[in-house]
């Protein structure tokens, strides 16, 4: 019988044969030598010896391919280190791979294809990144290049293609490119706050949808009042809708601290106008206005003209008349806007014949107040009570813990009030993450006795972002009982908000999910 093995064992012949064989073969007669000395003897003469190598081969069902083959282990030996480090280096300084035979290093094509970013080993084209002055050459290869990019395989294999060993790029900071480069060599994407805008750019320029997609989905995670206007000027450049949207929800739910941030006066005059004509800004008009004077003053300084009140106005233009002046309370316009010095002397007493004739004159200026945002209240009891010893606040803390499925801004809280008649408390909320205090205020309401729900407002709207939960606290002072929640709820539809509620180890009167003070979060989505 066969032996089991051999079964599984297939033998693979191979006839390496001479030259002066292959070119007798077909000269071999058929018919067999009469002695076995002559045939030897003529062989030896005339047909040099046929060489034969028998190899026997181990054939697999399943074909592994080199990751199988070379499966990731965990490093034991220096010389595995050794390459994690040559690679690292190779990563950040551009240097080559000293270690011979460095290709059976790494498993993987993707392993082996990121040795070779910003690596001039094998390189066919260099980069000349940056604007003058800060320019940096950076290494590429061509097929690489061109398999990630449609961009780079018209530039190097198009019709139009140019044979260039060196090719400048002065609108892309070398950050940026390296960033992209890195994602084409590597699969990885490596973004950073103050690149990423710069990496968006590259992205679109040469057509890398996928970097874009991650670059915006990164600005969306790190939005904030700080950086909506910026950024909001940018995704108009780059036609990025959804991000377009996403600025301006913020700018909306939280106008004046992003028309106060640095970042609203870098904007260009379009986003400018864009801004000043919304319908929806939250914001007080004399906050608007001073924003606006700010901005004109930081263009003045970009088109190197003189800071006066004259070119102030310049390089507003037609933008002054986009603020709704006549909207402003008096105060506001008397102390301000008309003590500015940009608004003519006609238009002062025009704005102030507005505020007190009865037959208004016609201005140049919106004369119909914004609408702002309307706020949403998520009332989470079913019904309220009240009790000759409860509810009571001796400088103790109700504490309860949300978290909603959307992007939202908590504007304020709505809290009960007294259960004994008018009276009026002071309340400090508070709105934590993570121990964090994100937003707080102090200030007093007046209850009338009633069961209704009054509201205690922060200074700005806090932005709060989805599946996470945060923490509202609350410490009245008050001489008076008031009412209490019941029949608390752990989840609540408001509108397109779910939000979930969970007790809150910060709370020490007595608040929970099922009943206590904090009955509303004031938001706006």
């Known amino acids: 019988m066969v032996d089991d093995k051999e079964k599984n064992m297939k033998c693979l012949t191979f006839f390496l044969m001479l030259p002066e064989t292959v070119k007798n073969r077909s000269k071999k007669s058929s018919k067999k030598a009469n002695s076995s000395s002559s045939s030897s003897s003529s062989s030896s003469t005339k047909l040099p010896p046929v060489c034969y190598e028998i190899i026997t081969l181990k ?13 990731r282990k965990k490093p034991a030996s220096s010389s595995s280190t050794t390459v994690q480090q040559y690679h690292q280096q190779n990563l950040s300084n551009n240097n080559l791979i000293p270690a011979p035979n460095w290709q059976g290093l790494y498993p993987t094509i993707r392993e082996r294809n990121a040795v070779m970013f910003n690596n001039d080993l094998m390189a066919d084209v260099h980069f000349v990144v940056g604007p003058p002055g800060g320019t940096q050459r950076l290494p590429g290869h061509k097929y690489v290049l061109a398999v990630g990019s449609s961009v780079f395989h018209a530039m190097f294999y ?6 260039k060993d060196e090719i400048r790029i002065p609108d892309v900071e070398p950050a940026a490119f390296l960033a992209m480069l890195k994602y084409i060599y590597c699969d990885e994407i490596d973004l950073a706050a103050d690149t990423v ?20 989905n990164f600005l969306e ?4 009042a700080k950086n909506a206007c910026v950024l909001l000027s940018q995704s108009c450049l780059f036609e990025e809708p959804d991000l377009t949207q996403r600025c301006w929800e913020v700018i909306d739910a939280q106008a004046e601290l992003a028309l106060k941030s640095e970042g609203f006066c870098d904007i260009d005059f379009q986003t400018l106008e864009s801004i000043l004509r ?11 206005f001073e924003a606006a004077l700010n901005w004109a003053e930081v263009e003045c300084q970009r088109q190197d ?4 009140i004259e070119n102030k106005r310049k390089v507003l233009g037609k933008a002054l008349y986009l603020i709704r002046i006549p909207t402003m309370a008096l105060d506001d316009f008397a102390n301000g806007a008309a003590q500015s010095g940009v608004l003519t002397l006609n238009e002062t007493n025009d704005i102030f014949l507005w505020y007190t004739a009865a037959k208004k004159p016609e201005l140049q200026f919106v004369s119909k107040a914004r609408k702002g945002l309307v706020p949403q209240r998520c009332h989470r009891f079913q019904s309220c009570a009240y009790r000759s010893n409860q509810w009571r606040y001796r400088g103790r803390c109700d504490s309860i813990q949300f978290a909603v499925d959307k992007r939202v801004f908590i504007a304020g809280f709505g809290l009960y009030g007294s259960s004994c008649g008018s009276a009026e408390y002071s309340a400090k909320i508070e709105l934590k993450r993570q121990g964090v205090v994100l937003g707080q205020n102090l200030s007093k309401y007046f209850s009338d006795g009633s069961s209704n729900t009054f509201p205690v407002w922060f200074e700005y709207p806090v932005q709060i972002e989805p599946d996470t939960f945060y923490t509202a606290s609350v410490i009245l002072d008050g001489n008076e009982l008031s009412y209490f929640g019941q029949e608390g709820m752990t989840e609540v539809q408001c509108g397109k908000v779910t939000v979930q509620f969970q007790c809150s180890s910060d709370s020490t009167n007595g608040t929970g999910v099922q009943g206590g003070q904090i009955p509303e979060l004031i938001f706006y989505a």
Do not use: Q, W
């Not at 198009?158 to 044979?163: N, P, R």
């Not at 003209?305 to 006066?308: E, G, I, P, V």
């Open 197 to 216: 805008l710069a990496t968006l750019y590259a992205a679109k320029k040469y057509i890398v949808p996928h970097l874009a997609r991650a670059c915006v």
């Open 305 to 308: 003209l003189a800071l006066s």
């Open 221 to 224: 995670t790190s939005l904030s």
């Open 158 to 163: 198009g019709e139009l293609a140019e044979d």
């Open 59 to 71: 054939t697999k069902k399943k074909k592994k391919m080199a990751a199988d083959i070379f499966p």
């Open 278 to 288: 919304r319908e929806t800004l939250n914001a007080k008009e004399i906050v608007v």
